[in-house]
């Protein structure tokens, strides 16, 4: 009895060890990676340390990693200016608006295209498609702008760009990924087409529209060709165009030799002050929506 009531011994669970190829693949991995990093690093160390730099030694290129000269005459002439300030608050409305445009108008689009039993859909995704190779043009689009009286106003700079066609096939993929049983049982619970979307899709969506929500406010942010192109009061100019005046005034300040001590210096870091003002809110912003972004990308664009 003893014999028939007594169980087996249980098999020893071994932990593999890796192996020694694959050790070395960790060493070399990381050592690649890491150099990345440096290589990834280096311009934007540098841009830094040029914006608080002296002019002889920019011009010199003797800055590297760390200012030499220490100079805060650009910053000093930029803060102080009263147009700054009003143009960096026209930039910060200006993405706000275009953002939550693009981003109705563009979940929306993308959440009929995910209807595969949808009339029409063929036709619809290839309207989109079709607008991702070709375009009006420069000047058709000046017209209709200026004909829809939208010049010297938000909504020349949200309305033609409110829709990234790379963005609605990244958010029609994700939805399409999404189990169709969740939308039937909703339906069957009673729940209206906007319904379903507003209760069951979207809150099963956040990391893709952080990622939409961060390409579409980076997108904004950095446009300025638009804004110079639609405005024609100061005033109304978001920062990255009163930046670009003034990089264009300290270098034809230069050249025509009539720089003071102060315009060289201005002519010669503008260009690191530039980046790193328009840069930092972004930079500021992302490391927050950074843990979404792979994977909101990767449920977009990868189905199982």
Known sequence: MSLLTSRPPRPRTSVSQPTRGYRVFQGVNGVILTL????????????IARSFSGERHI?????ALWPKGFNLTTYRIVFQDSMFWRNYGNTVFYTVVSTVIAMVLTTCYAYVLSKRNLKGR?????????TMFFTGGLIPNYVLVTSLGLKNSVWAIALPNAISVFNLLVM??????LPTELE????????????????IVLPLSKAVIATMVLFYS?????????AYL????TELMPVTVYLRNLIAGATTGGNAGAATDQLSQVGAN?????????????LCVYPFVQRFFVSGVMLGAVKG
Do not use: C
């Open 36 to 47: 990345v990093v440096l290589v990834t690093l280096y311009p934007f160390v540098n841009i």
């Open 59 to 63: 011009r010199a290129g003797e800055v």
């Open 122 to 130: 063929g036709l619809l995704v290839g309207v989109a498609v079709f």
């Open 172 to 177: 029609k993929a994700f939805f399409e990924s």
């Open 184 to 199: 039937e049982a909703a339906e069957i619970d009673g729940l209206s087409t906007y319904g379903i979307l507003l209760r």
């Open 218 to 226: 980076v997108s904004f942010w950095n446009s300025w060709f638009s």
């Open 230 to 233: 639609y405005m024609d009061r």
């Open 270 to 282: 503008i260009q690191a002050v530039t980046i790193v003002l328009t840069s930092l809110p972004i």
